[in-house]
């Protein structure tokens, strides 16, 4: 148990469904993150909310749409996806995004995506 | 922007030896932090140690240590009796203080234990 939870673990989807990734931390952190994970290339930030709020879009595509309710929360609906966004989507959250720390980020298991 | 070089795609270890991941940044920042973690065939990605950019001493976490070299941009992960458990990928990552603390990770060095 990593203390922060994702599910689904696994998830395949037509490019025409509606999903929803959901991410749950109960660690008192302040800040959540989307990462993508894709063969072969580097991990990338997608999203990161502090204090419930967005501070951060890296030019992410609209077919993702996150949703933070509340600071142990975090969710990434997914919409008319193509089969390139297929990967590992991990979710990660510290103590608020501010600053330096040397806590370091806990990281969910991430869930496998793979769009048909 | 910053970057993380790590140029061992893949490396093969005994059981028992000691083995350096290498690990190069690149960073404008003044201030920054330097993590090593580690992800088994599981997915998620385990934190093993922290170096900031000011601290004197190299980190050390258990069987972990941190080379940390600033003038030549090196922050190699050090392994001590490997374990077959240790095998997994391994990443390199810095971060900098700013109003949303990004992760900026290397592509990662494939670590196989060997009995």
């Known amino acids: 148990e990593t203390g922060v939870t994702q599910t689904p673990r696994h998830l395949v989807m037509g490019m025409t469904n509606k999903k929803s990734l959901k991410c749950e931390q109960h660690?008192?952190?302040?800040?959540m993150y989307w990462y993508k994970q894709s063969a072969k290339k580097p991990l990338e930030l997608m999203f990161v909310y502090n204090f419930k709020e967005q501070t951060e879009n890296n030019s992410v595509p609209s077919r993702f749409s996150p949703e933070c309710p509340n600071s142990s929360h975090l969710f990434l609906h997914l919409h008319t996806l193509q089969p390139e966004d297929s990967a590992l989507y991990l979710c990660a959250s510290s103590q608020d995004a501010t600053g330096l720390a040397n806590y370091g980020y806990t990281f969910g298991s991430g869930t496998r995506l793979t769009v048909v | 922007a910053q970057k993380i070089t790590q140029t061992q795609p893949g490396m093969f270890v005994q059981e028992k030896e000691a083995v350096t991941l290498d690990c190069t940044y690149d960073?404008?920042?003044?201030?920054?932090?330097l993590f090593w973690y580690k992800q088994p065939s599981s997915g998620e990605m385990i934190f093993l140690i922290y170096?900031?950019?000011?601290?004197?001493q190299n980190a050390t976490e258990g069987r972990y240590s941190l080379n940390f070299q600033k003038a030549r941009k090196s922050a190699n992960l050090v392994i001590s009796a490997s374990q077959l458990g240790d095998s997994a990928m391994y990443f390199c990552v810095i971060t900098s203080p700013g109003s949303a603390r990004q992760l900026t990770f290397g592509s990662g060095t494939q670590l196989t234990v060997l009995p």
């Open positions: 170096q900031g950019s000011y601290d004197e």
């Open positions: 960073t404008s920042d003044q201030s920054y932090g």
């Open positions: 660690l008192g952190h302040n800040a």
